[in-house]
């Protein structure tokens, strides 16, 4: 009979894909914008920073144009909902790359349905559409953001169906034919 599974590992201790690597993006980081920092760890050698709606776009820029950093492909931009979470329930995250280091880095910011978060379009315009994804799907607003309308949903639709307290079943109305006979 095989082993019985065994809980994953929560801590760094005990997973080493969650060991702390050294990083001089995110020793910048820490040095420009250390007191906007909430929360670092690591996934696979990969720094993960959650930093203060506040100071985002300016770590952002920061990251992209900084020496050290040089995080100048924006892999990808998606946001979460974490309905338990009561002060920033919504989460969006950047993928960053530097080309010129050959490193990664993963950049949170958590938020609410009614404070928008700053666009990152003016730093990466490949944001938009990953922006407006979020905005249609979740609910995310996104602060100077040239075209915030949905890109996925009709315009009469209502709601945001990947948050995790939509119906799985989805809401009377949901299941309309759009397409002409």
């Keep these: 009979m095989p082993d019985e599974p065994t809980d994953k590992p929560t801590t760094p201790e005990a997973d080493p894909l969650a060991l ?22 690591f996934w696979a050698g990969t720094p993960i920073v959650r930093i203060r709606r506040e100071a985002i776009h300016e770590a952002l820029r920061f990251l992209r144009d900084a020496p050290a950093c040089r995080m100048d492909h924006l892999s990808t931009l998606f946001a979460t909902h974490f309905p338990e979470r009561t002060d920033a329930p919504l989460e969006v995250t950047y993928c960053l790359y530097s080309v010129t280091h050959r490193r990664w880095m ?3 910011v958590g938020t609410t349905e009614d404070v928008p978060v700053p666009t990152a379009v003016d730093l990466w315009p490949i944001a938009n559409w990953n922006e407006r994804e979020a905005f249609d799907l979740l609910g995310v607003k996104f602060e100077g953001h040239p075209d915030l309308t949905r890109i996925l949903l009709p315009d009469d639709w209502e709601g945001h169906p990947l948050r995790k307290d939509y119906p799985l079943e989805g809401k009377p109305g949901d299941h309309k034919t759009y397409r002409k006979e």
Excluded: D, Y
């Excluded at 990083?23 to 929360?39: D, K, N």
């Design 106 to 108: 993963t950049v949170k």
């Design 20 to 41: 702390p690597v050294e990083s001089p993006a995110l020793a910048a980081l820490r040095e420009q914008f250390g007191g906007a920092i909430e929360e670092e760890r």
